[in-house]
Every structure is written in structure tokens, then in C-alpha cells.
């Protein structure tokens, strides 16, 4: 049976453009030349910081009760220093400075590209912790010619923050490397409810406002950051193992999407039986007013389009699909997050793997026709994105056009392909593995062959390389028939 194309969804990102965006400095000074700095990553260089690890965000953003206003925001980050620090960089590009401490002493501050570049009073030494606590604002309205961080809904505001666009909301080491404990507080006037990562950890009425406190239990990056601020419900269900589930939805529509939402703890536990234990403390889905054009798997609350639910022309299996592809990630890309964003194929790869293993079991979509269609078209996503794990540099002013279907279904090919080299046995034995070894941290394209060659009893340098690095796609193990379509000049 033929593949049926799909709509785009997530593949469609909001572009994020490139043009640097100064902080805005209230009173403040420090010595020149302030410059920014970056971690070197291949296809964002001056993201993230070099010099320490942070160990933990306190997020509070005071909410005005309109989205077209900045909010008031304190981020207060606990960090260790991995040598003498005379300054201290954050990334930080879209919002108001009024102040900075560090270790509880005023700190002098400035901008550099998208760097707020912070000098404390005293150089931090070496193996110090360090606390930097940066009084600012937040603003949910995009600067010309710039998109990403906060989303404005039709009834409050969201985040999507992927791939670099964390620090439009708050400072932060904006990379994926360095993750890292979150607790976020949400004040927001009556009639507005307001959820985040994590679990509910205090809720303070004063007022005619509402204080809510929510804190992760595992380490998260920034672009997983989610705070929902709107008038919202909350819903709970129970999933696999007791597993707390809740949903934030618009009120309105609470009846409306209560089918979809209770398919999830049947799709959490297919998941389990495929790669083992959820990894975190919870799950649920967030569906925003929003048009956006993607869904996003923000830790622990992935978000996504009210459209993709109540599109009538939306076929069901490829709703409950695109499901599953956003609760995969939570395994693949949140709990093993890339090292580097070269390796986003890690992520992308296995999400659309398993959308597609979720169709073929459930909804009798075979896989195998979809992945002729992708092999046939593998060459030509090699020419015009780069192979799987080595995705060409974002495109001039579009930071999120890495982004392309060659981390997508290019990479599930891959995952395919490695499938039909080592065999279903020990490619589910991989899967297990990854996810259980990798719990928590970061992890590379070399791990992944290094796992996979040493499960296999092989040396699987050479299929890694031909399919993750090769110009051309490589032929298909057990399909010697596949082609490829010709490449575009």
C-alpha cells in the first residue's frame, strides 16, 4: 500500500532569524570589550557559555494580565565555575536588565551580540559555586524580524523555545548540554491558570492573583522550558504504574478534546513496552490557541496545535501518531539529550521511528512502504539539508531550518536500516539500552555506534558512517531493489 503524504507539522517550524537582538541595560556599566562567547557547537557557535555548569534555574514571571506586555521576571541560577571567572556570560537577548548579583553582591552588566556579559565585584575562583540572580523583564512580543520563546495564544501566552530560543525568555547556558534542575513561579491575576515542568510544588493566593510553584524532579534544558499562562483547565488522569497525568487545555474545549486526551496512558505504556520505564514524574499534553504550525515536545508537557485536534480533515491514526512522535521524544531528546545539535537525528530519528512503528501497529500503516518513499528520496534531503548527522548550518536569517527532513525520516531510514543490518532482536535491545545507560544526561552520534557495535558483537563504523555522513544514501540492507530518485543539480 502506497504511503499517504502528511500534513507538516512539526517539520514546519517558526523561523527564528539570526539578527542579534541587544538587551536593553538599565544603569548599568562594565569594562570593555565585552564580547560574546559560545561552547563552539558546529551549527550555533556562540550558544551556550563556556567557563561553568549550572545546577539549577528559579524562573519567577509576574504576568500583567495581557500577553502584548512585558512581564517582570527574576531568574536567579545556581552554577559551579570550571576556572577563574573574571566575567560571566549568559545568553540573554530579548528583555530589560534592571540588575544583577552575584553570590549576593551587585555585579556590573552589559550586552554583546546576544550575550548579557556579567562582571561580578570579585573574579569567581575556580570550583566556587556561584549564584547569579539577574532582575528583568520578559517580553512576549517579537522583535522585528525575530520569532521563538514566548508564544502568544488567543488567551495568554506559551513557550516553544526550541532550538536556541530560551534566552528570549529568560538568562540562561542556552545549550542542551548543560541541563540542569528548574522551579518556576507563575503569578498571574484571577481567572488565568498558569502551568509549567514538573509537578505543582505550592500555589499562594493574594489578592486578586495566583502564585503557582512547579519544580522538575530530573535535570531539563533550556529549550524544553514550557510555562502555559491562560484560562485554562487542568485535567488528571492516571497512567502505566500509577503515573500522574494531566492535560492543560482551554476550558472551552475541554469536552471537545477529552477523547484524544485519554488515549495517552495506552500510548505511555506501548512506549514502555518498547523502551522501558517513562523517565520522568509525569506527563500530559498542552493544547494551545495557537497558530503555530508545529507541536513540541517540552519536557514533561508536550505542546500542542488545538488545530491537530479539531481539524476534521485530519485523519485519526495520523492525529494519535503525531502523539506518539511528541511522547517518544520525552525518552529520546529529553531524558538522552543531543551533546550537540549535530546529533538532533538522535532525537527527530527515533520520534519519527516510532510514530511510524505506532501507525503500522495500530492503524495497519505498513512501515516498509514508508521507508521506500524515504529512500527514495533520501538523496536528494542529503543535497539540500546535509546527511542525518551532519545537518548543513541553519540557513541565513532561519536559525531553525536545521530542522529538515533529513533529521526527520531521513534518520528514521537509518534506524531502519541499522534495524535490517543487526536485526530486530538486538536493535530492541539497543533501544532499551540507550535510554536506560543515558537516563538524565547528554549523549553523542559516536555513543550511539559505540552501543550499537558493541550489542551487535560488530564493528559498525563503516554502516555509521555511509548512513549518518554520506553524501549519497548507502543501499538498503535486504532491499537491494530500492533507488533512489536523482538528486537536483
Partial sequence: ????????????????????????????????????????????????????????YDLAFIYPGTNSKPLTAVTTINAQAKGRLDRINLDFAH???????????????????EDLVVTPETPVSRGTPMRITVRHTSDPVSAK????????????????????????????????????????????????????????????REGRSTTWTYRTEHPMA??????????????????????????????????????????????IAWMERRVGPYPFETYGLLVAQAQTGFELETQTLSLFERELFTRS?????????????ELSHQWFGDSVS?????????NEGHATWYEALYAEETAHRPMEPRMKEAYEASDSWRATGGPPAAPLAPEPGQKISIFRPSVYDGAALALYALR??????????????????????????????????????????????????????????????????????
Fill in 222 to 267: 533550556t529549550e524544553l522550558a514550557q510555562v502555559s499562562i491562560g484560562r485554562s483547565s487542568v485535567l488528571h488522569r492516571t497512567g502505566p504504574r500509577g503515573l500522574p497525568v494531566r492535560d492543560v487545555v482551554p476550558t472551552k474545549d475541554r469536552k471537545r478534546l477529552e477523547p484524544w486526551l485519554a488515549k495517552t496512558p495506552d500510548q
Fill in 145 to 204: 524580524d525575530q520569532d521563538g520563546g514566548w508564544v502568544r495564544t488567543e488567551d495568554g501566552l506559551v513557550m516553544a523555545n526550541q532550538a536556541d530560543a530560551g534566552h528570549l525568555v529568560f538568562p540562561c547556558n542556552d545549550h542542551p548540554s548543560d541541563k540542569a534542575i528548574f522551579t518556576i513561579h507563575v503569578t498571574a491575576p484571577d481567572g488565568y491558570t498558569a502551568v509549567a515542568n514538573g509537578r505543582p510544588a505550592g500555589v499562594d
Fill in 1 to 56: 500500500m502506497p504511503h499517504t503524504p502528511r500534513p507538516r507539522t512539526r517539520r514546519v517550524k517558526v523561523a527564528i532569524l539570526a539578527s542579534a537582538v541587544s538587551v536593553c541595560l538599565v544603569a548599568a556599566s562594565a569594562p570593555a570589550p565585552a564580547v560574546p562567547l559560545g561552547i563552539g557547537d558546529r551549527l550555533f557557535p556562540y550558544l551556550g557559555n563556556p567557563g561553568y555548569d549550572v545546577a539549577s
Fill in 95 to 113: 528583555g530589560t536588565v534592571r540588575s544583577v548579583d552575584v553570590n549576593g553582591k551587585p555585579a556590573s552588566f552589559t550586552g554583546a551580540g
Fill in 313 to 325: 480533515t485530519n485523519p485519526k491514526w495520523y492525529v494519535e501518531s503525531i502523539m506518539v512522535h
Fill in 420 to 489: 535490517q543490518e543487526i536485526g530486530r532482536p538486538v536493535f530492541e535491545r539497543l533501544e532499551r539500552a540507550w535510554v536506560a545507560l543515558h537516563q538524565d544526561g547528554t549523549a553523542s552520534t559516536a555513543d550511539f555506534e559505540q552501543l550499537a557495535s558493541a550489542l551487535s558483537g560488530r564493528d559498525l563504523s563503516r554502516f555509521f558512517k555511509a548512513w549518518l555522513y554520506g553524501e549519497k544514501t548507502p543501499p538498503m540492507p535486504g532491499h537491494p531493489d530500492w533507488k533512489s530518485r536523482q538528486a537536483p543539480k
Fill in 338 to 346: 543531543p551533546r550537540t545539535w549535530s546529533d538532533l537525528w538522535l
